[in-house]
């Protein structure tokens, strides 16, 4: 791994040094001869500056500005502070040829607390209110996002409000200062420490951050993906799968399946459109629309992203079909919509509603084992009929013939996903799973896959798959799908990647649709498996694979 070069401005201020201190406990014996010291003057002009700072930092990688220089005149603090960022930006993006990120700390006045009262605690979320000319901290931030633009680089702002901790000099922001000088001069006057304010004051509630928790959350925020205001060519962040879309010929008869399947109604527009739910939180899961043909196709599969912010960048993509627009449906929200190399439209969602989880009402069994017995004199009884769809977990689709990487390439590069398992035919990668990519924190051992398609078969889905409660329920829901005769296509049984139990069933239109229960979790950390392809690979036990896998 290529090793990471801090940059860290205001070295003698309160989070400065602490972010120095923060760092200086990870760094080993033979490292502290690359900690050094440099006079730099900020309210040189850029290009001056980047000659000054070329030969020691042209290897950073990660700066952090935290400077502030105090004018008591409001109109010449703004000026003052507002050139100091700007000159130190422009100076370093000439010369950090290896730059990754910028972390800018802004403060109280952010929150506008040196113009009048303001609400506590301070929260990250509100509005500008003030003008330029009256708060330094807007520009400072405005000059970050305009200069990241179309850069390799992001970024980060922190925003404390009041801040405390030590300092190697006096340091008028530093609120530990202004207790310790009121506590000497009592001590002093022979009095006792009373608070001096009035009982407004003496009621209130006031936020402020140790200078140290700030500088682990500025190191944090700046070296984990999941901090940062991304790289402008980094993929699309993802949380979730949302929802599926699809277009039938026959909306009645697909309509009856899905209620059938255990899926409900959240919304529906009688002869067009019908918004299906689970049990789970998301507001609906499957969106069942009239085909304006008496054909049915795949109308794409759709992600919860991070942020807003995600979405414009989707929207600049261009593999964009649609830009931010809003999301139709239960819940409300936006969306913007992407086309992969194969043609399949992946939507981008962000804002919408959830909903409280529905009770299942459903046991989680204690199973009986033939060394250990933990359930006594209870029983396990079920309640026949359809099986409950939770939520839609994953799902898949077929690319032509050769282009495999092109599309491994797109999914990885467009969008946060990471492979989980790697079918192989002979030394040809051909099928993939992926996984959202949420780092060290855990998700579904896969969100999508993608497999080559039949010969003289055109791209098209493979199958969505959505989550039950465990393995009884499945049964209890093949049973029932099984009496109302519909089409099995595969199941009950469980897969070798991901674990799950599966049980597979065309719906009226011929689309495959899963009922899936006890899938594996990964993360970054876990391992990623090269298989070879063949039944071996598909499932450790069930009934025989059918051709249309």
Not at 126 to 141: G, T, W
Not at 168 to 192: D, I, R, W
Not at 228 to 257: E, N, W
């Amino acid at each position: 791994m290529a090793p990471k070069v801090e940059f860290i401005t205001g070295g003698n201020g309160i989070t400065g040094s602490a972010i120095i201190a923060y760092l200086a406990k990870q760094t080993t014996e033979e490292e502290w001869s690359s900690i050094i010291f440099i006079a730099l003057d900020f309210t040189k002009d850029s290009e001056t500056l980047a000659e000054e700072m070329q030969e020691t930092c042209a290897p950073v990688t990660h700066s952090y500005f935290p400077s502030y220089v105090h004018k008591d005149d409001f109109v010449e603090l703004n000026t003052a502070n507002r050139a100091l960022f700007e000159n130190f930006l422009g100076a370093l993006v000439d010369v950090g040829q290896k730059l990754q990120n910028v972390t800018l700390q802004t403060g109280g006045k952010y929150y506008n607390v040196h113009l009048k009262p303001v609400p506590s605690p301070a929260n990250e979320d509100d509005a500008r209110l003030a003008s330029f000319d009256e708060n330094f901290y807007y520009p400072q931030e405005d000059c970050l996002t305009e200069r990241q633009k179309g850069q390799k680089w992001g970024w980060n702002i922190i925003r404390p409000e009041a801040i405390i901790g030590y300092t190697s000099k006096p340091n008028g922001m530093n609120s530990a200062l202004t207790y310790a000088l009121y506590f000497l001069v009592q001590k002093e006057m022979g009095k006792e420490a009373v608070m001096p304010t009035n009982q407004i004051y003496w009621r209130g509630v006031d936020d402020c951050s140790d200078s140290g928790l700030i500088a682990e959350l500025t190191i944090w925020a700046s070296t984990n993906k999941h901090g940062l205001h991304v790289m402008a060519d980094s993929p699309i962040q993802l949380l979730k799968t949302a929802f599926v879309t699809y277009h039938h010929g026959d909306l009645a008869k697909a309509r009856q399946f899905l209620l059938d399947f255990g899926l409900t109604i959240a919304r529906e527009e009688p002869g067009h459109k019908i918004y299906f739910k689970g049990c789970g939180t998301e507001p609906y899961v499957y969106v069942a629309e009239q085909s304006s043909a008496s054909t049915s196709h795949f109308g794409g599969a759709a992600y919860v992203v991070d942020s807003a912010s995600e979405l414009e960048r989707a929207s600049r993509l261009d593999s964009c079909i649609d830009k931010v627009g809003a999301l139709e449906g239960p819940g409300g929200g936006q969306v913007v919509s992407l086309k992969d190399p194969a043609g399949h439209i992946v939507h981008l969602i962000h804002g919408w509603t959830e909903k409280e989880a529905d009770p299942l009402n459903l046991p989680k069994l204690v199973v009986n084992f033939e060394d250990s017995k933990p359930r006594k004199g209870a029983f396990q009884r079920f309640q026949p009929g359809p099986a409950p769809v939770f939520r839609w977990g994953h799902y898949g689709v077929t690319y032509p013939a050769g282009n495999y990487q092109e599309m491994f390439e797109w999914y990885t590069q467009t969008l946060a996903l990471a492979p989980s398992d790697v079918v192989y035919r002979g030394e040809d990668p051909v099928t993939c799973f992926f996984h959202v990519d949420r780092g060290l924190e855990y998700s579904d051992h896969h969100a999508f896959f993608f497999k080559p398609a039949k010969p003289g078969d055109k791209p098209a889905v493979a199958h969505a798959a959505f989550e039950l409660h465990d393995f009884d329920v499945q049964q209890l829901g093949h049973q029932y799908l099984a009496e109302k005769k519909y089409e099995l296509c595969w199941g009950v049984g469980r897969h070798v990647l991901g674990s799950q139990v599966f049980d597979y069933w065309f719906d009226t239109s011929g689309f495959i649709v899963e009922h899936y229960a006890d899938g594996d979790l990964v993360n970054k950390d876990t391992p990623v498996a090269h298989v070879p392809a063949g039944p071996q690979s598909l499932s450790v036990w069930g009934p025989p694979v059918p051709s249309v896998f």
